[in-house]
C-alpha cells in the first residue's frame, strides 16, 4: 500500500509562532527561523506518529489489486465521506461499503477486476489551524518546547518525545488488531 498526502491549505500555519515561543520562554524574535522550522517537524510528526491529518489534505492510496475482505483508510479524520472514491485500472467502482467507527474502512461488492486500485478521499481537521483540536495543537507546542530546549545536544537519550504529546495523540492513534 502506498499512502501519499497532498495538502489543500496552507501547511505553514500549524501553530503560531507567537504561542509557541510563549510556552518556551523565549521573548526575542534571533530563532524565528528555527521555531518555524520546529512547528513544521513537529507537525509533520505528530501527523505521523497519530496517522492523522492535522489540515485539509486529500489521501491518495494505491493498491496493487483490491485485497480479501475491507481496506482500513489509514489517515483520518475524513473530513467529507462523499469524497470517497475508487478506481480501478482507472475505472471509477462505486459499488462499495463503508464501515464507521473512528478508522473507516472499505468493503468492495461484487467481483472487481484485477489491476491497481486507487483509493482518493478528503481527511482532515478543516482548513485553519484553529480547526486543529485544542489538546492537539498544546501537545504538539510542548513538543516544539522540547525541541528547543535539546535543540544541539548530543546526548540521544534527551531527544525524546513530549509526555504530553505521546499520550494525547495517543488517543487519536490508530490501533490494530
Known sequence: MSVERIPMTDQDAWLTLTDTKRWARVDHDEEDPDFARMID???REAEDYAQIALLDQT???????????HVRLPIVP???RDSISVTINT???AD????GGSRPLLMICGNPPPGVVVIEYRAGFGALP??????????????VAVYYDVRGNANVKEVTLSAHFARILGRYRGVQL
Open 41 to 43: 517537524a513537529v507537525a
Open 59 to 69: 489521501i491518495r492510496i494505491l493498491l496493487p489489486g483490491w485485497p480479501r475482505g
Open 78 to 80: 475524513i473530513l467529507d
Open 91 to 93: 475505472q471509477p467502482w
Open 96 to 99: 462499495l461499503l463503508m464501515g
Open 130 to 143: 484553529e480547526n486543529i483540536p485544542a489538546d492537539i495543537r498544546q501537545a504538539m507546542t510542548d513538543q
